[in-house]
């Protein structure tokens, strides 16, 4: 760790600007519909640019198709010699239909305390919070310790396959020199009891694979006998899939929040008994229950065009989801449970992935959110879903999520993540900024 900030260098507010960056970048409609389809991620990586060219940072966007930007810069450090520090946050947003929302999801409204919007949490909050930052350092020639990659990517909410695949894949050299990186999600706190907050630093995350399923059968008029259906085939095998109930599996990184949650709330948590420990912990169970199994979820479905027609085909998608080392468990037993009469395809697959909870990045995490928040404590997370940390491992980076965040103890911060009404309190931002920025002289 380095020793403390000079006191006579020029004084910034590392988050003047945050709360009306994250309103900004709310209201560019970045929305990803997947199948290759979005909303302005150029506009946005343009904004960003823009952004950055005004305090003297060049910036390269790169499009993996017209419109799929992507965009990186180079923000030199104290110790050049130094590896770079990547810094990623996504730009694109998944849908919302205003019909569902008390605002505009795309007005990036502000009232109640909060920045209200699609990407509000996920993640155009650390966009902001990053480049109130950057910005406001780089006005007071404040350099970060070491030097910094910025990279904003497209296509995260579709597997990244239009952005940090497509950047690894085409242009790998821009993130070859880093080896630590930060991200989403993680470093957000949750209320123990009273003042006390656990934070939560990603480290691990789970593997995914966007499969479709497909099945041929005998076409036929609605009203005869049809022992060989598509549809009753599939619906079949979908039913076994979704039904299933995968072991409980304890990884590493669950056996340390556990241990750590376990001193925290003064009760034991044996990780060798999981239907007791998930039974102790109460509101913890809804965010810890998925990341102790394999996942595999039916979410689409699509056969027939007629009534009283027997289609000769049928299709449906699955969300599956596996925890780092139990791949080919997941694998194995989805093939057991599909059967002989469907086919399986991939449609967007990603690793997991899991690194220690030490080293000197994770402690300057913690002393810097330790420095804005005195009653803190700190667990790793394992994440359910993925991130585009999956695509910078691929090249030696090691990932972690750290969006600092304090929340206030009533808001459902993880039903944030894709939900209706998604915001982020004002106070929240400030608070990370002011974090990052600490961090920035320690990492």
């Given at each position: ?321 596996f925890l780092p080392g139990y ?51 700190f667990a790793p997370l394992l994440?359910?879903?993925?991130t585009d940390a999956k695509s ?52």
């Open positions: 760790m380095t020793s403390p900030t000079p006191t006579d260098r020029p004084s910034y507010t590392p988050d003047a600007e945050v709360v009306a960056l994250c309103s900004e970048l709310i209201r560019i409609d970045t929305t990803n519909y997947g199948n290759g389809k979005s909303n302005g991620e150029r506009v946005a990586a343009e904004y960003v640019a823009a952004k950055l060219d005004e305090v003297g940072i060049e910036s390269t966007i790169y499009e993996a198709e017209p419109g799929r930007a992507t965009l990186v810069a180079h923000w030199e450090g104290e110790d050049q010699s130094a590896d770079p520090l990547l810094v990623h946050g996504h730009l694109d947003v998944v849908p919302a239909d205003p019909k569902d929302w008390k605002v505009d999801p795309f007005a990036g409204e502000i009232f109640d305390g909060c920045v209200w919007g699609r990407g509000a949490v996920d993640m155009k909050d650390f966009d902001a919070m990053v480049l109130s930052v950057v910005r406001a350092r780089q006005r007071a020639g404040v350099k970060p310790l070491r030097p910094v990659r910025l990279v904003f990517t497209a296509d995260e909410e579709a597997g990244g396959v239009y952005g940090a695949q497509w950047l690894i894949n085409n242009h790998p050299d821009t993130i070859a020199d880093c080896t630590e990186a930060i991200g989403e999600v993680g470093g957000f706190s949750v209320t123990v009891q009273d003042d006390l907050r656990l934070y939560l630093i990603e480290t691990a995350e789970k593997g995914m694979n966007w499969m479709r399923l497909k099945t041929r059968g005998t076409a036929g008029h609605g009203s005869m006998v049809n022992n060989d259906n598509a549809v009753t085939n599939l619906v079949e095998a979908v039913t076994r899939i979704g039904n299933h109930e995968w072991p409980l599996r304890v990884t590493p990184t669950v056996r340390e929040f556990l241990k750590t949650l376990e001193d925290v709330l003064g009760i034991e948590l044996d990780p060798d008994d999981m239907t007791s420990t998930l039974a102790k912990l109460g509101t913890f169970s809804r965010m810890f229950g998925a990341t102790i199994r394999n996942t595999t979820n039916p979410t689409m479905l699509n056969a027939g065009y007629k009534v009283n027609v027997i289609p000769g085909d049928a299709e449906a998608h699955i969300d599956g989801r791949e080919d468990e997941f694998y194995a037993t989805l093939d057991e449970l599909i059967g002989d009469k469907v086919q399986r395809e991939t449609v967007v697959t990603d690793i997991a992935l899991e690194t220690e909870f030490s080293g000197g990045l994770v402690e300057a995490m913690k002393a810097c959110i330790t420095a804005e928040d005195p009653q803190s404590r994440m359910s879903g993925g910078w491992s691929r090249l030696g980076v090691r990932c972690f999520g750290f969006v600092p965040l304090q929340l206030p103890p009533e808001l459902d911060f993880m039903g944030m993540f894709h939900g209706i009404d998604e915001r982020v309190p004002t106070s929240s931002l400030e608070f990370g900024s002011r974090v990052l920025d600490r961090f920035l002289d320690e990492a």
